[in-house]
């Protein structure tokens, strides 16, 4: 389906225009800011909808503007308006609000009920324009192209790409942490694998100096028991020796003495069994230092215990955050292999063309590394595949191509049954359509009565 005859009126800088384009290469020309622009956007604006018309679509001083394409099988009719409203006197004032009616009706005269829906469906999802895909950025390309692989969310799988690619990374950086502390700890090969329970030595340590201290209370008892017992040898010593020096003198009394003395003797006895008694025990002292030293030992034992438990923990967690890298990237490589899997099986309109990691290739060369003149009939082909249906494309900046780019392009319309509006500036070639002041130069200015009212609202 192509355009066989193309009317418009007061739309941008055109006044009233028709053309009956001849042959797969319409070239529109002409001097800046003579209409070429508004022809092409007259063909976009009657097909794509409200979405795709300028702010300002209706000509200066003009209040209604007409697009109408006829496509051979149905004509589509465009019109646009500015709303008018009623004053209370009667009259009516035209507002800057503008309207829009859409009117698509097949030679006999059926019309769709959702005529928008129907053009949509027969408007490719590229661009009119393959020049325009040549001057996209890589990505723009890339996510141009994506319709031709269907079944894959290439947002989606680019979202969990960003979420995992996040998480592989953090968990790698706890990794080499985990592997730097397990390699900083160092352990003699030599050193015990167990540990020293300390409770044990710090209850014999406990009980040890309970002991000694007991024993030393004892000594001390018993030193002093001695003492008290010495001074009480002795006072009774000098009470024998004052006695005996007294028996001269005291014949009368000297029996008695006698009696006393020996009782005395007696108590003396007495005293040396309890002195004997009171002498220190021979009891063995407990050694704590030993005991301490063990202590000092097991305190280092215990240190090297934990340090190898520190050890193992760090080496298990990052052998724990190593499976998790692992199942990361097995994660991350299944989903490319997914993707490039579906990529590899879709249709690609031109053979050769593919996608690599964000960008377009071209036989596995990145499209933009392609030469200009393959990168044109790359681009002039996709926009010919983009429009399966109507079999209309459009080129702007058309003055930027050669002669060898535009036969290449004439060449791609006639094989592949497609025609192709261009827009170039003052050119000279042979059956070029120039327009002249909203007019096509040395054509009758026709009388196109704006298009019938239709109540089908786009």
């Known amino acids: ?193 167990e540990g020293v329970v300390v409770s044990d030595l ?59 003395a020996t009782a005395a003797r007696a108590r003396a006895e007495d005293l040396d069994k309890a002195l004997a008694i009171a002498e220190p025990a021979p009891e063995a002292r407990i050694d704590t230092g030993a005991i301490m030293q063990r202590l000092n030992e097991a305190k280092g034992i215990n240190d090297v215990v934990d340090q190898r438990r520190k050890q193992a923990e760090h080496a298990a967690k990052a052998a724990e955050l190593k499976g998790d890298i692992d199942a990361l990237t097995a994660t991350i490589e299944n989903r490319r292999k997914a993707k490039r899997e579906a990529i590899a099986a879709a249709k690609m309109p031109v053979e050769g063309l593919g996608f690599g990691d964000g960008v377009v290739t071209m036989d596995g060369i990145p499209f933009d590394q392609a030469s200009d003149a393959e990168r044109l009939r790359v681009s002039v082909a996709l926009a010919m595949a983009g429009n399966p249906k109507l079999r209309v494309i459009r080129i702007r900046d058309g003055s930027l191509l050669d002669s060898d780019s535009l036969g290449l392009i004439a060449r791609m319309a006639e094989e592949k049954d497609m025609q192709v509006w261009l827009e170039s500036v003052d050119s000279k070639r042979p059956g070029a359509i120039v327009m002249e002041d909203g007019h096509v130069k040395g054509a009758e200015n026709p009388q196109l009565p704006l298009a019938e009212k239709t109540d089908v609202q786009a």
Do not use: C
Request: proline content about 3%; overall charge neutral.
């Open 1 to 193: 389906m192509k355009i066989v005859k193309l009317q418009a009126e007061n739309i941008k800088r055109l006044t009233a225009v028709s053309i009956t384009p001849d042959g797969a290469l319409v070239e529109i020309t002409g001097k800046n800011g003579q209409g070429k622009t508004s022809v092409l956007d007259a063909i976009w604006w009657a097909l794509g909808g409200g979405n795709a018309v300028q702010s300002k679509p209706i000509r200066k001083g003009a209040t209604e503007a007409m697009i109408r394409l006829d496509l051979g099988e149905f004509t589509v009719t465009r019109t646009f308006k500015f709303k008018e409203i009623k004053n209370e006197d009667g009259t009516k004032t035209t507002t800057d609000e503008l309207t829009t009616q859409l009117k698509v009706e097949n030679k006999e005269g059926f019309r769709p009920g959702s005529p928008q829906k129907m053009l949509d469906g027969m408007l490719g999802q590229l661009s009119f324009d393959p020049l325009e895909f040549t001057r996209m950025d890589a990505k723009a390309q890339f996510d141009a192209l994506r319709r031709f692989v269907p079944g894959v969310d290439f947002d989606d799988i680019q979202r969990r790409e960003d979420a995992d690619m996040l998480a592989r990374r953090t968990k790698q950086h706890e990794y080499d942490r985990e592997q730097g502390a397990a390699a900083a700890i160092v352990i003699p090969a030599d050193a015990p694998t």
């Open 202 to 260: 710090l209850a014999q340590l406990r009980d040890g100096n309970a002991h000694n201290a007991a024993i030393d209370a004892a000594a001390a008892d018993r030193r002093n028991a001695r003492i008290k017992l010495q001074d009480k040898r002795d006072a009774e010593g000098l009470l024998i020796t004052g006695l005996l020096e007294g028996i001269a003198g005291l014949e009368r009394q000297i029996q008695k003495m006698r009696d006393d």
